[in-house]
């Protein structure tokens, strides 16, 4: 007797309800043609995660943001504060700074989000600063992914531009005086400067117009512009596929990491709650920006010790160091003291970021796409001269606390600002000369591990007597990433002639570039060659048939020591593993 029913015909054909929300929806918005994107592949690293943090911390800014706007008065009118913080009772303010104290003491909850506020913006612009690092460090700004790294590097200067507006508009006494410096800044820069103060600040500083404007400016303007770039931003990356370090099956041509659904995506949403959570977690325990502590804005009072958000430090140190210069030119004064370090200066910074793929480009006429990154040892010279900047940076962020560095010290705030005016030429040179050879110390000793093995920490003693520490033979996937290193090769000098006696137009920009070329890529460290590797396998293995049970050759024989053999163990003939692997048309995944 079976113990099974034959169910209803009408009951048999009824498509279930998800399905008929899912024909609903595909009939309007398409959703069954994103089965690619949903299948789209991600790789993995730990430097990843910047770009990650920059992104959730916008969001938070973006939350917090709409909820001090239903509450904060953008308005220079002059009130008498009678709020409950007893010490600003009976105090002429403006509605601005009144609002934020309403906000921080009488609204429910005011106080952590406007800390929240505050502490993601901060971790945005520190986020976004490595995030940019970490382009610049690996290469990954190459073709074809230049108008990806222009659009970061234009955040990250629209990042800094938003944080100090937003700085800005408490109208607290502290804020008030970096306003001060910023209309100074912006009279400094010749012919356009008086145009550029009456647009920025309505009138004279302070006038009535500085804040409303720079509150529209900072709710409006710059957050619609970089929530544009971001979207581009992130539609180049899932366009152009995401780069990776080498490593075992992974090539110029495809990728491999997890799928965006559902692996990626539960990451990624545990990492923002992470990331929420530790910013909140400093918002309630953490202060910052006591606006009360400070009072309202007057411009004949300065708060002591009066320092910007750490992002604007360096511009306040260069202020600082460089030499009182001026002149007059037709009756007019070029205040060189100000113009400089804070207007040419950052210019010449940004500039520099902008261009250094293209400049790199030309100087090794590499033309080619790439999608695998760089170690920072692998480009000496490039880690050497980021760091250089990183250090110039440090020493002006350093110097823009002066002050406090003489008083907590007791030193000489002229010899503070002396050494920061030595520093700034010296401390940056050796610290490019100290990167430099440190990058090539670690490529002398990957060099060191392929030939004679890791050290493994195990004393023995041979035969005769002597105690040497046994070495062990690097795990494959190791030996695959450190072999396969393309050393780029600086350009050859050009010939002044050619064979017919015909001078050479082009030497000149020619000897430029092999200059460069030299400079950039000159003086790394062989690889080993495929016979040194054969020997050194050899010894490792215990003989040329790896006695220890080890192939003495690992893809490094007759086919290329570069580890690119079908018979490297890392799976099929084409390099790749059996992970999740992304072409670019159509993109694929393996199991």
Same mark, same amino acid.
């Given at each position: 007797?079976?113990?099974?029913?034959?169910?209803?015909?009408?009951?048999?054909?009824?498509?279930?309800?998800?399905?008929?929300?899912?024909?609903?929806?595909?009939?309007?918005?398409?959703?069954?043609?994103?089965?690619?994107?949903?299948?789209?592949?991600?790789?993995?690293?730990?430097?990843?995660?910047?770009?990650?943090?920059?992104l959730?911390?916008?969001?938070?800014?973006?939350?917090?943001?709409?909820?001090?706007?239903?509450?904060?008065?953008?308005?220079?009118?002059?009130?008498?504060?009678?709020?409950?913080?007893?010490?600003?009772?009976?105090?002429?303010?403006?509605?601005?700074?009144?609002?934020?104290?309403?906000?921080?003491?009488?609204?429910?909850?005011?106080?952590?989000?406007?800390?929240?506020?505050?502490?993601?913006?901060?971790?945005?612009?520190?986020?976004?600063m490595?995030?940019?690092?970490?382009?610049?460090?690996?290469?990954?700004?190459?073709?074809?992914?230049?108008?990806?790294?222009?659009?970061?590097?234009?955040?990250?200067?629209l990042?800094t531009?938003?944080?100090?507006?937003?700085?800005?508009?408490?109208?607290?006494?502290?804020?008030?005086?970096?306003?001060?410096?910023?209309?100074?800044?912006?009279?400094?820069?010749?012919?356009?400067?008086?145009?550029?103060?009456?647009?920025?600040?309505?009138?004279?500083?302070?006038?009535?117009?500085?804040?409303?404007?720079?509150?529209?400016?900072?709710?409006?303007?710059?957050?619609?512009?970089?929530?544009?770039?971001?979207?581009?931003?992130?539609?180049?990356?899932?366009?152009?596929?995401?780069?990776?370090?080498?490593?075992?099956?992974?090539?110029?041509?495809?990728?491999?990491?997890?799928?965006?659904?559902?692996?990626?995506?539960?990451?990624?949403?545990?990492?923002?709650?992470?990331?929420?959570?530790?910013?909140?977690?400093?918002?309630?325990?953490?202060?910052?920006?006591?606006?009360?502590?400070?009072?309202?804005?007057?411009?004949?009072?300065?708060?002591?010790?009066?320092?910007?958000d750490?992002?604007?430090?360096?511009?306040?140190?260069a202020?600082?160091?460089?030499?009182?210069?001026?002149?007059?030119?037709?009756?007019?004064?070029?205040?060189?003291?100000?113009?400089?370090?804070?207007?040419?200066?950052?210019?010449?910074?940004?500039?520099?970021?902008?261009?250094?793929?293209?400049?790199?480009?030309?100087?090794?006429?590499?033309?080619?796409?790439?999608?695998?990154?760089?170690?920072?040892?692998?480009q000496?010279?490039?880690?050497?001269?980021?760091?250089?900047?990183?250090?110039?940076?440090?020493?002006l962020?350093?110097?823009?606390?002066?002050d406090?560095?003489?008083?907590?010290f007791?030193?000489?705030?002229?010899?503070?600002?002396?050494?920061?005016?030595?520093?700034?030429?010296?401390?940056?040179?050796?610290?490019?000369?100290?990167?430099?050879?440190?990058?090539?110390?670690?490529?002398?000793?990957?060099?060191?591990?392929?030939?004679?093995?890791?050290?493994?920490?195990?004393?023995?003693?041979?035969?005769?007597?002597e105690?040497?520490?046994?070495?062990?033979?690097?795990?494959?996937?190791?030996?695959?990433?450190?072999l396969?290193?393309?050393?780029?090769?600086?350009?050859?000098?050009?010939?002044?002639?050619?064979?017919?006696?015909?001078?050479?137009?082009?030497?000149?920009?020619?000897?430029?570039?092999?200059?460069?070329?030299?400079?950039?890529?000159?003086?790394?460290?062989?690889?080993?060659?495929?016979?040194?590797?054969?020997?050194?396998?050899?010894?490792?293995?215990?003989?040329?048939?790896? =006695? +220890? #049970? %080890?192939?003495?050759? !690992? &893809?490094?024989? *007759?086919?290329? $020591?570069? /580890?690119?053999? @079908? =018979? +490297? #163990? %890392?799976?099929?003939? !084409? &390099?790749?593993? *059996?992970?999740? $692997?992304? /072409?670019?048309? @159509?993109?694929?995944?393996?199991?």
């Open positions: 007797m079976s113990i099974t029913e034959d169910a209803p015909q009408r009951e048999r054909s009824k498509t279930p309800q998800g399905e008929r929300i899912a024909d609903w929806a595909d009939g309007r918005l398409g959703i069954y043609q994103w089965r690619t994107l949903m299948r789209k592949v991600f790789p993995e690293h730990w430097s990843f995660m910047f770009g990650e943090i920059a959730y911390s916008f969001i938070i800014l973006i939350l917090t943001g709409l909820y001090l706007t239903m509450f904060f008065n953008p308005s220079m009118g002059e009130t008498v504060y009678e709020g409950p913080h007893v010490p600003l009772q009976g105090v002429q303010m403006s509605e601005a700074y009144a609002s934020t104290l309403r906000i921080s003491f009488e609204v429910r909850g005011g106080l952590f989000i406007r800390q929240l506020h505050h502490w993601a913006a901060l971790t945005m612009i520190a986020a976004t490595a995030h940019t690092l970490r382009h610049f460090l690996t290469g990954s700004f190459r073709k074809p992914r230049e108008l990806n790294w222009l659009i970061g590097v234009v955040l990250l200067v990042v531009l938003e944080g100090f507006l937003g700085y800005s508009l408490p109208d607290d006494l502290l804020s008030g005086t970096g306003l001060r410096i910023a209309e100074g800044v912006t009279l400094a820069i010749p012919l356009v400067g008086t145009y550029l103060t009456m647009f920025l600040f309505g009138g004279e500083f302070p006038s009535t117009d500085v804040i409303p404007r720079f509150y529209s400016f900072h709710i409006l303007l710059l957050p619609g512009i970089m929530l544009a770039l971001v979207t581009v931003h992130l539609i180049l990356v899932v366009y152009q596929k995401h780069t990776q370090f080498r490593g075992p099956g992974r090539t110029q041509q495809n990728v491999v990491g997890q799928p965006l659904m559902p692996h990626y995506a539960a990451k990624a949403g545990g990492f923002f709650f992470l990331v929420s959570g530790v910013l909140s977690l400093m918002a309630g325990i953490a202060q910052i920006n006591a606006v009360w502590v400070y009072g309202p804005y007057r411009p004949d009072q300065i708060s002591q010790g009066s320092q910007p750490w992002y604007m430090g360096f511009l306040e140190g202020l600082r160091a460089f030499p009182a210069w001026e002149f007059a030119v037709a009756g007019y004064t070029v205040n060189m003291g100000v113009l400089v370090p804070a207007v040419v200066l950052p210019t010449l910074l940004i500039g520099i970021a902008c261009l250094w793929p293209f400049i790199e480009a030309w100087i090794t006429g590499d033309k080619r796409e790439h999608h695998l990154l760089d170690r920072p040892r692998e000496p010279t490039r880690t050497a001269f980021v760091c250089s900047l990183a250090a110039f940076y440090l020493v962020f350093f110097g823009g606390a002066n406090i560095l003489a008083e907590r007791h030193l000489s705030m002229n010899s503070i600002t002396w050494g920061v005016r030595v520093g700034v030429f010296v401390i940056p040179a050796l610290t490019y000369l100290i990167t430099k050879r440190i990058c090539l110390g670690l490529q002398l000793r990957d060099r060191d591990k392929l030939l004679h093995g890791r050290e493994t920490g195990r004393i023995k003693r041979l035969p005769h007597g105690f040497i520490e046994v070495h062990e033979r690097l795990e494959r996937g190791q030996e695959y990433m450190l396969s290193r393309e050393i780029h090769q600086p350009l050859p000098a050009p010939l002044r002639e050619d064979r017919d006696g015909v001078p050479n137009p082009n030497s000149r920009t020619e000897m430029v570039r092999h200059r460069l070329s030299r400079w950039l890529s000159g003086g790394q460290i062989a690889a080993p060659t495929e016979q040194e590797m054969r020997q050194a396998l050899e010894h490792l293995d215990h003989g040329p048939a790896g =006695v +220890n #049970g %080890h192939t003495p050759l !690992n &893809g490094h024989g *007759p086919a290329g $020591v570069n /580890g690119h053999t @079908p =018979v +490297n #163990g %890392h799976g099929s003939a !084409n &390099g790749r593993q *059996p992970d999740a $692997v992304e /072409g670019r048309e @159509p993109d694929q995944q393996r199991h």
